[in-house]
């Protein structure tokens, strides 16, 4: 039986190609060679046999990838039997504090509005 588990945040975050690398115990090349990219095309349509990376909006932007996309490539194409992708979350950088406060206060605000 495969198990695939994917202990993702709350925020969905996506994984860049390092993390990837080590998810599936592959080279660098060989997750660029299963990644579903193209030089003419920016966003490619999705391809069930390769790796699909998010939306980007520029060329220069990084390839990211959701956790669940790598899991099942991992079970689907590399016939990986067991696949566990953890997405950690970073320490809290300064920016996001200020915008945890903000969402804080504008939470007070709107439970105070809907006491009216």
Do not use: C, G, W
Not at 9 to 22: G, M, N, P, R
Not at 34 to 47: A, Q
Not at 57 to 79: G, M, W, Y
Request: charge should be neutral; proline fraction near 5%; avoid cysteine.
């Amino acid at each position: 039986m495969e198990n695939i588990n994917s202990n993702i945040s709350s925020e969905e975050e996506l994984v860049d190609i390092d993390e990837v690398q080590k998810f599936l115990n592959r080279s660098r090349a060989s997750v660029y060679r299963y990644t579903n990219t193209d030089l003419k095309n920016l966003n490619p349509s999705f391809n069930p046999r390769k790796l699909n990376p998010e939306f980007r909006n520029d060329q220069k932007d990084p390839l990211k990838f959701h956790p669940n996309e790598v899991a099942r490539f991992a079970k689907d194409i590399l016939r990986i039997k067991e696949v566990t992708v953890e997405v950690f979350n970073t320490p809290s950088s300064a920016a996001q504090n200020i915008m945890a406060q903000i969402l804080n206060e504008l939470k007070s605000i709107r439970s105070l509005l809907e006491k009216e």
